[in-house]
């Protein structure tokens, strides 16, 4: 079993920064990638990042490129999702998530987190 616990969201004017952390158990996840996924009210979840938990390897999403960084503590198992000079449409419920594999679509995902509120405001 596989349980991942989200935290750090909140409120943040536009430009501002938030880290996002992700700490997983139950389970060793060398083999795993740690997705961040969001969803705003009426749209799709859509993928943000997500990192290769053995390698480090890193890739994201065109609309957070430069702004987000997504990073991993192997010894404390948390993934962490540093975002700088957010926007309102950054506002959404973020999630962290876990994939036998590397992949960008939620469907490939097999655990969830419950998620962290992010909210930017004009």
Known sequence: QVQLVESGGGLVQTGGSLRLSCAASGRTFSSYAIGWFR??????????????????TSYYADSVKGRFTISRDNTKKIVYLQMNSLKPEDTAVYYCAATP???????AYN????????????
């Open 39 to 56: 969803q705003a009210p009426g749209l799709e979840r859509e993928f943000v990042a997500r990192i290769s938990w053995y390698s480090g």
């Open 101 to 107: 594999g590397l992949n960008s679509t939620p469907g």
């Open 111 to 122: 655990y969830w987190g419950q998620g962290t509120q992010v909210t930017v405001s004009s």
